[in-house]
């Protein structure tokens, strides 16, 4: 039963430049959710994919944006990246119609820095 | 706004003794609680939960208590072991039907070292 995959694990780009992260769920799940982290905090909610729509957004500029596919993958782009972007970025997968005890799957995450 | 806050950013432990970390939040409407577990280069795991209606619930070794009246949940772990060793973190969710289990908001997470 496969987990929470993501990838790329380490990137580094450029200021101004455009990225993207991509989450395949763990098995069964139909729901993708993107968390960043910056270093010494926890994780923030970006946003929330479910049937190929966005549900749920934190309080994240527009420059952050995402996509999720039929087979329930997703993508998070993230455009002109700043200095401040640099975090690991997290994937969880969940099922929508399941309970808060059916929990949220979390990726290894994919480390982005910024230089 | 840090509606989840631990406000220990570390703790140390002798191995056989007891780990209690803390948590509190300011949203009284988080139904849901959960600890997470995460360690070096690994995302984060779950370790154990408890709904609002809920004052303790235990699984093994861990034990998370919850106290609305003071907003406040702690997380026990007895006996304390050196694999314990990682970053935990608090983590709340509101119910609002499937729309609203998709959303965490955690704290900041507290470094636990459990010493041999």
């Known amino acids: 039963d496969a987990g929470v995959t993501q990838s790329p694990t380490h990137l580094i780009k450029t200021r101004g430049q455009q990225v993207t992260l991509r989450c395949s769920p763990k098995s069964g799940h139909d729901t993708v959710s993107w968390y960043q982290q910056a270093l010494g905090q926890g994780p923030q909610f970006i946003f929330q994919y479910y049937e190929e729509e966005e549900r749920q957004r934190g309080n994240f500029p527009d420059r952050f944006s995402g996509h999720q596919f039929p087979n329930y993958s997703s993508e998070l782009n993230v455009n002109a990246l700043l200095l401040g972007d640099s975090a690991l970025y997290l994937c969880a997968s969940s099922l929508w119609f399941g309970t808060w005890e059916n929990g949220w799957y979390f990726g290894e995450g994919s480390w982005l820095t910024v230089v | 706004d840090q509606q989840v806050k631990q406000n220990s950013p570390s703790l140390s432990v002798q191995e056989g003794r007891i780990s209690i970390l803390n948590c509190d939040y300011t949203?009284?409407?988080?139904?849901?609680f959960l600890w997470y577990k995460k360690y070096p280069a690994e995302g984060p795991t779950f370790l154990i939960s408890i709904s609002s209606i809920k004052d303790k619930n235990e699984d093994g070794r861990f034990t998370v208590f919850l106290n609305k009246s003071a907003k406040h949940l702690s997380l026990h772990i007895v006996p304390s072991q050196p694999g314990d060793s990682a970053v935990y973190f608090c983590a709340a969710s509101k119910d609002a039907g499937g729309t609203s289990y998709g959303k965490l908001t955690f704290g900041q997470g507290t470094i636990l070292t459990v010493h041999p």
């Open positions: 949203n009284s409407m988080f139904d849901y």
